[in-house]
């Protein structure tokens, strides 16, 4: 499992062709600052994958703009651990995972990863599947 910010407008501008012999060729520009939208994909060894989740930029969020991914809304649309603990959730019910189908989640270091709520959800579920 990983997140990845990504910006809405491209900084590196597109490269534009035009004919020899035009003297003026336009440039394409975005007045738009952009934004940054977090990305987070969880895969496994043989290559499957959950569906991925976006978090954006804002305070609330319509269930209706999305298509099969999940979301959540961050003020900076950055991951905390508030969202970390959400998507916790999310991967539980995506994968199944119980006592019969253990899962290993590999994740880095990051200070949202290691949030009192997502731990004791995670410690409840390594308890639960024990019994």
Same mark, same amino acid.
């Given at each position: 499992m990983d997140e990845s910010g990504l910006t809405t407008v491209q900084k590196k501008s597109q490269k534009i062709y035009a004919a020899k012999s035009r003297k003026q060729v336009g440039a394409l520009s975005s007045a738009e600052r952009g934004q940054h939208v977090t990305v987070v994909c969880a895969m496994n060894a043989i290559g499957t994958y959950g569906p991925p989740a976006f978090i954006f930029? #804002?305070? #609330?969020?319509?269930?209706?703009?999305?298509?099969?991914?999940i979301h959540f809304a961050q003020e900076k649309g950055w991951m905390t651990t508030e969202v970390f603990g959400k998507w916790l959730k999310h991967f539980l019910r995506y994968t199944k995972a119980s006592q019969d189908n253990k899962v290993l989640l590999l994740l880095d270091a990051h200070g949202s990863h290691k949030g009192l709520e997502a731990l004791e959800f995670a410690k409840r579920m390594v308890l639960l599947s024990s019994k």
């Amino acid at each position: 499992m990983d997140e990845s910010g990504l910006t809405t407008v491209q900084k590196k501008s597109q490269k534009i062709y035009a004919a020899k012999s035009r003297k003026q060729v336009g440039a394409l520009s975005s007045a738009e600052r952009g934004q940054h939208v977090t990305v987070v994909c969880a895969m496994n060894a043989i290559g499957t994958y959950g569906p991925p989740a976006f978090i954006f930029p #804002r305070q #609330r969020m319509k269930d209706e703009l999305m298509n099969g991914s999940i979301h959540f809304a961050q003020e900076k649309g950055w991951m905390t651990t508030e969202v970390f603990g959400k998507w916790l959730k999310h991967f539980l019910r995506y994968t199944k995972a119980s006592q019969d189908n253990k899962v290993l989640l590999l994740l880095d270091a990051h200070g949202s990863h290691k949030g009192l709520e997502a731990l004791e959800f995670a410690k409840r579920m390594v308890l639960l599947s024990s019994k």
